[in-house]
């Protein structure tokens, strides 16, 4: 799978931001899709998280409530809704893919594949 972030700019606190994710392969619709960041200076960190049916969803406290997560399996492309953004959402976003059936998989060596990253900035 092959995996390709966009979507991401300069805005400011409080605007939105839609990131998307765009996969090759047939078999998309198998995999379990994360979005992960990383600010200047800090390790990757877990962000949103969604089954390969869309049909369940998991995010970190910090974006709980202001981040959705979605999938569209005919398009091939997964999606992270960003509303309500503050300056420490500053960060490179990136995808992730790995085959299972979990609801969760919140750590980095969890997944098998990854984009290049998409980079968010919010000005105060």
């Known amino acids: 799978v092959q995996l390709q972030a966009s979507g991401g700019g300069l805005v400011q606190s409080g605007d939105s931001l839609r990131l998307s994710c765009a996969a090759s392969?047939?078999?998309?619709?198998?995999?379990?899709m994360g979005w992960f960041r990383q600010a200047p200076g800090k390790e990757r960190e877990f962000v949103a998280g969604i089954r390969w049916s869309g049909s369940g969803t998991y995010y970190a406290d910090s974006v709980k409530g202001r981040f959705t997560i979605s999938r569209d399996n005919a398009k091939n492309t997964v999606y992270l809704q960003m509303n309500s953004l503050k300056p420490e959402d500053t960060a490179v976003y990136y995808c992730?893919?790995?085959?299972?059936?979990?609801?969760?998989?919140?750590?980095?060596?969890?997944?098998?594949?990854w984009g290049q990253g998409t980079l968010v900035t919010v000005s105060s």
């Open positions: 392969g047939r078999t998309f619709n198998s995999y379990y």
């Open positions: 992730a893919a790995r085959s299972g059936s979990s609801y969760y998989y919140v750590r980095t060596e969890q997944y098998d594949f």
